[in-house]
């Protein structure tokens, strides 16, 4: 069954520092998303995106965060100065459609340390 | 303001029927989900509703009460790997959603012998 793919599994990186978390969504799915997951709490809707452009976004999702589609393939998370309240499991999530009913399927998800 | 709730732990025994319940309060409705969540592990679709009354799939079926806000997840014949969290989400409906979910805090349910 196709999956939704996340890389790196596990980023650690120092304060300020840049960061960029990578996603393959399912190959013929549209509608691409990024959730949050801070450790015990719920997990958080950070962005959509479809057609090339971001559909919809949070109040988590300042200036500090942008989203690509740098290829047909690869759909990226960029947190340009991380703080350490960023400290969360990211996921990414795709939809074949953008219909109610469409379920999203997520990936296993990047577990990002701040130190 | 968007509000989910769910129970935060539920215990039932191997073979037994668990109601796993959700009430939400959202700006909008566009359907409610429940997924499946493992230990450090991605969410998993289990099933969607979005007109009141029961869906059934397998040993697992969710209601849905619009006028009440209200869902549950029913897991019947419970085996040991249903231990897992369950997660209540509610896709709203207002102007430019493109189909971001809200999550409730999920419910951690263990399964014993």
């Known amino acids: 069954e196709p999956e939704v793919t996340q890389t790196p599994s596990h980023q650690v990186t120092q304060m300020g520092q840049e960061v960029i978390l990578r996603c393959v969504p399912i190959?013929?799915?549209?509608?691409f998303y990024w959730y949050r997951q801070i450790l015990g709490q719920k997990v958080e809707f950070l962005v959509s995106?479809?057609?090339?452009?971001?559909?919809?976004k949070s109040e988590i999702f300042d200036d500090q965060f942008s989203v690509e589609r740098p290829d047909g393939s690869n759909f990226t998370l960029k947190i340009r100065s991380t703080k350490l309240e960023d400290s969360a499991m990211y996921f990414c999530?795709?939809?074949?459609?953008?219909?109610?009913?469409?379920?999203?399927?997520f990936g296993d998800g990047t577990r990002l340390s701040i130190l | 303001g968007q509000n989910i709730d769910q129970p935060t732990e539920m215990t039932a025994t191997e073979g037994a029927i668990v109601q796993i319940n959700c009430t939400y309060q959202?700006?909008?409705?566009?359907?409610l989900f429940w997924y499946q969540q493992h230990a450090g592990e991605a969410p998993t679709f289990l099933s969607y509703?979005?007109?009141?009354g029961l869906e059934e799939k397998g040993r697992f079926s969710s209601f849905l009460s619009r006028s009440k806000g209200y869902s549950y997840l029913l897991l019947k014949e419970l085996q040991m790997k249903d231990s897992a969290s369950y997660l209540c989400?509610?896709?709203?409906?207002?102007?430019?959603?493109?189909?971001?979910?809200?999550f409730g805090k999920g419910t951690k349910l263990s399964v014993k012998p």
């Open positions: 999530a795709s939809s074949v459609g953008g219909a109610f009913n469409q379920p999203q399927h």
């Open positions: 190959s013929n799915h549209l509608y």
């Open positions: 995106f479809y057609n090339n452009e971001i559909s919809e």
């Open positions: 959202t700006s909008g409705f566009n359907g």
């Open positions: 509703n979005v007109l009141d």
């Open positions: 989400a509610v896709r709203p409906s207002y102007g430019g959603s493109q189909g971001n979910l809200i």
